[in-house]
């Protein structure tokens, strides 16, 4: 972290990186390439179903849920290194926005100082939408590492599981 921000430094990201936002009608027409990804990213019981998934693309489709990519230009040629979601709710008592970051994953090694930058997009994305936090439900450990780099609070409860 830099000692004058609480923001974690950006420093190896390679020039061509880039975070962009896939629009629905490509996610359709790939659909087996960003489903494996996403579906694999998905560590909350029950929710890796063929159902689940069904509903993930209608999602994607209405705008409900966004998909993006973390892209590397290489020597012309882009090379996708992230697939992830996110969507933004509103909580009915408080109005309070949030963006959720429902399913991350690598699709090649990812370095931290690609997720970290990744995030700080996300960041200003959140603030674009007036959301007040951003979210993540996972069980995979790594998570935390990338949450306590941003100051983040870091815990998964599940009650029961049913």
Aim: glycine share 8%.
């Amino acid at each position: 972290m830099d000692s004058q921000s609480s923001q974690p430094l950006n420093h190896n990201v390679p020039d061509g990186v880039r975070y962009i936002a896939v629009p629905a009608d490509r996610v359709s027409k790939n659909w087996e390439f960003f489903r494996y990804y996403i579906m694999q990213a998905l560590t909350v019981p029950g929710t890796n179903t063929e159902f689940h998934a069904g509903n993930i693309l209608a999602a994607i489709i209405k705008g409900n849920l966004q998909c993006w990519c973390a892209v590397d230009r290489v020597k012309g040629e882009d090379n996708i290194l992230a697939v992830y979601t996110t969507n933004i709710t509103v909580d009915v008592l408080s109005g309070c926005k949030s963006l959720i970051l429902y399913s991350l994953a690598g699709v090649r090694n990812l370095s931290f100082p690609v997720i970290n930058k990744g995030m700080l997009e996300l960041k200003e994305y959140a603030k674009k939408h007036n959301c007040s936090v951003i979210s993540a439900v996972t069980g995979i450990p790594n998570v935390g590492k990338l949450a306590a780099a941003f100051s983040g609070r870091v815990g998964q409860v599940i009650i029961l599981e049913v």
